[in-house]
């Protein structure tokens, strides 16, 4: 974490130009901390394999940060949650105006595939990297599930397509991470789809435990605004609190089973990320 926050803060946007808040917008969430989860979930599995890799392959730890915190700011805006708080800061567009916070999450959108293409790796996985970030991030990922969730506000949605929503909207980007750095690692293919279908049920056991936490936990705790989903088709809404715990509950100790399968060099690098996720259940036990 300490060498990807070192290379985050020395290779922040940098476009000098009359614009008197343009430059300050595009770093400002990026600063703004974070969980790092999607980046780390790839830096880890490349330290695991090849760590001789490792720095060539910042940049494209960095694009996913930048291509997440994106979709935040977006997100955020008044048009979707209209959100006030992000990462224990003021939204962007509240900092400053819609329109910047719009146009810096274009920039950070598109930026990160650039740092993907000219990231220090062969050609043919650079251009792979970029392959799985569109397909998962774009209008049959991740926006997709966004245009869902919007579009069906006060419009009860049935388990099954609450779990395709959260998989397109949250899941595939986590997904993908696992995947890429399986990618960058060399590893079968075999192992890379085993990682990214993991990654899949991971993101929705994330987001089954992140409706928990809004609607237990303050803005303050939380470090975003909460209780904000009561309009949207999160699990709480459909499953009730309790409810909501028992299918994190029992999707985690699936997970945990799978995780289990996983071989040790795998297992090690991962645990320490994924683990708070994975054994949460055992603490009602």
């Known amino acids: 974490m300490q060498r990807f926050e070192q290379y985050l803060s020395a290779n922040l946007p940098n476009v000098p130009s009359f614009h008197p808040l343009y430059e300050e917008a595009l770093g400002a969430m990026l600063l703004a901390g974070g969980k790092r989860f999607r980046p780390q979930l790839l830096l880890r599995i490349v330290e695991a394999y090849e760590p001789m890799l490792f720095d060539s392959a910042l940049p494209v730890a960095l694009a996913l940060e930048m291509f997440h915190t994106y ?25 400053f105006d819609e329109v910047t916070a719009i146009l810096a999450g274009d920039a950070l959108n598109t930026d990160a595939f650039y740092l993907i293409a000219t990231a220090p790796l062969r050609e ?103 209780g904000n989903d009561g309009e949207k088709n999160s699990f709480v809404t459909l499953l009730g609190l309790e409810g909501s715990m028992e299918e994190a509950e029992s999707l985690a100790a699936a997970l945990e089973a799978r995780f289990a ?7 090690e690098a991962l645990e320490p990320l994924i683990g708070t996720y994975l054994y949460r259940h055992r603490e009602g036990a």
């Not at 979709?71 to 900092?95: Q, V």
């Not at 789809?193 to 609607?215: P, V």
């Not at 399968?261 to 297992?267: A, G, H, I, N």
């Open 71 to 95: 979709s935040l700011i977006h997100d955020d805006l008044p048009a979707m949650d209209d959100a006030d708080l992000r990462r224990g800061h003021t939204t962007l567009h509240k900092r």
């Open 124 to 226: 043919d996985i650079r251009i792979k990297l970029v392959e799985i970030l569109a397909k998962n991030g774009g209008g049959s990922g991740m926006v997709l599930g966004q245009a869902i969730d919007c579009h069906f506000e006060n419009k009860p949605l049935t388990l099954e397509q609450i779990k395709m929503l959260h998989t397109n909207k949250t899941a595939k980007l986590i997904a993908a991470s696992l995947m890429m750095g399986a990618v960058i690692a060399a590893l079968p293919r075999e192992s890379q789809q085993a990682l990214y279908d993991f990654g899949l049920d991971l993101g929705l056991l994330f987001q089954i435990q992140d409706d928990i936490i809004d609607e237990t936990q303050s803005e303050e705790e939380a470090g975003k605004t909460t």
């Open 261 to 267: 399968t996983f071989e040790p060099k795998l297992q």
